[in-house]
């Protein structure tokens, strides 16, 4: 059974970090691509981060770019979403993705607040 299960949300103020773990079981994590998305309310789901399944390779949305790392450890079968630097524009509900070809899967999400 596939599962995705998100951790590390909170509230933070602005200007603070906060980092999320995406713990992945029931398929073979080094073979897949890893992202994280996020939906904020009333808005639709955008692609935040991901790295790719060999070399390590990373891509950033303009928004985060610069404050923001993905990182991945196969070992552990985990991805982290590692976020400085923190706007209240990132509030939202942070979602890990897992991709490989067709195959597409989500976890539950983690709630994400930055309010003073």
């Known amino acids: 059974q596939v599962q995705l299960v998100e951790s590390g949300g909170g509230l933070v103020q602005p200007g603070g970090s906060l980092r999320l773990s995406c713990a992945a079981s029931g398929f073979t994590f080094s073979n897949y691509a890893m992202s994280w998305y996020r939906q904020a309310p009333g808005k639709e789901r955008e692609l935040v981060a991901s790295?790719?399944?060999?070399?390590?390779?990373?891509n950033y949305s303009d928004s985060v770019k610069g404050r923001f790392t993905i990182s991945r450890d196969n070992a552990k079968n985990t991805v982290y979403l590692q976020m400085n630097s923190l706007k209240p524009q990132d509030t939202a509900v942070y979602y890990c993705?897992?991709?490989?070809?067709?195959?597409?899967?989500w976890g539950q999400g983690t709630q994400v607040t930055v309010s003073s």
């Open positions: 790295i790719l399944s060999v070399g390590d390779i990373t």
């Open positions: 993705n897992a991709a490989r070809g067709w195959l597409n899967y």
